[in-house]
T-cell receptor
């Protein structure tokens, strides 16, 4: 029940295209859903996050769509750039005093071709 | 200081040896987290400190793993009788106290047990 399932494992898009990564969860206690970006040899860095009281959040080229009834959320990267090539992780947190205890998905390796 | 600092960046040890991994959180951050990331996987939660005390150690895999944070700042993850299966990147994150506070990750320590 603690798992967060992420797909696809890898994704190749052309520059300027839209990258879409999906996640699903079971634990209804989750109430904070961040996406992290990780480059090789670096730690994960927060990209964007959403709470279940909204269905969508947009920051620049990055948008999270959230479907509470389906227990699914997704990351959309518009106008994908080669610099976006990285591993992306969705995650979830069951609340409490901080958002640091996270359950991560398995990751998606995104490659954006120029 | 800058971000979360972890030392060493890389550690190679022989099976059965004892290792210590260090984490310097962002100054003023009261919450500190340890995660383990195996190759091709998302980070897995190990332990969470609030101040000096371990608030949640439910992710520690067995009693060979132990972590301390004696003064509420620097933390050390200790692994006894290392096994080849302990090989992974160990990530540390910190956050300030309170709801909605982002966790910032260090670059990790890559542990290789030979």
């Amino acid at each position: 029940q603690q798992q967060v399932k992420q797909s696809p494992q890898s994704l190749i898009v052309q520059k300027g295209g839209i990258s879409i990564i999906n996640c699903a969860y079971e634990n209804t206690a989750f109430d904070y859903f961040p996406w992290y970006q990780q480059f090789p040899g670096k730690g994960p860095a927060l990209l964007i996050a959403i709470r279940p009281d909204v269905s969508e959040k947009k920051e620049g080229r990055f948008t999270i769509s959230f479907n509470k009834s389906a227990k699914q959320f997704s990351l959309h990267i518009m106008d994908s750039q080669p610099g976006d090539s990285a591993t992306y992780f969705c995650a979830a947190n069951a609340g409490g005093t901080s958002y640091g205890k996270l359950t991560f998905g398995q990751g998606t390796i995104l490659t954006v071709h120029p | 200081g800058a971000g979360v600092s972890q030392t060493p960046s890389n550690k190679v040890t022989e099976k059965g040896k004892y290792v210590e991994l260090r984490c310097d959180p962002i100054s003023g951050h009261t919450a500190l987290y340890w995660y383990r990331q195996s190759l091709g996987q998302g980070p897995e939660f190990l332990i969470y400190f609030q101040g000096t005390g371990a608030a949640d150690d439910s992710g520690l895999p067995n009693d060979r793993f132990f972590a301390v944070r004696p003064e509420g700042s620097v933390s050390t993850l200790k692994i006894q009788r290392t096994e080849r299966g302990d090989s992974a990147v160990y990530l540390c994150a910190s956050s300030s106290q309170g709801l909605g506070t982002e966790a910032f990750f260090g670059q990790g320590t890559r542990l290789t047990v030979v």
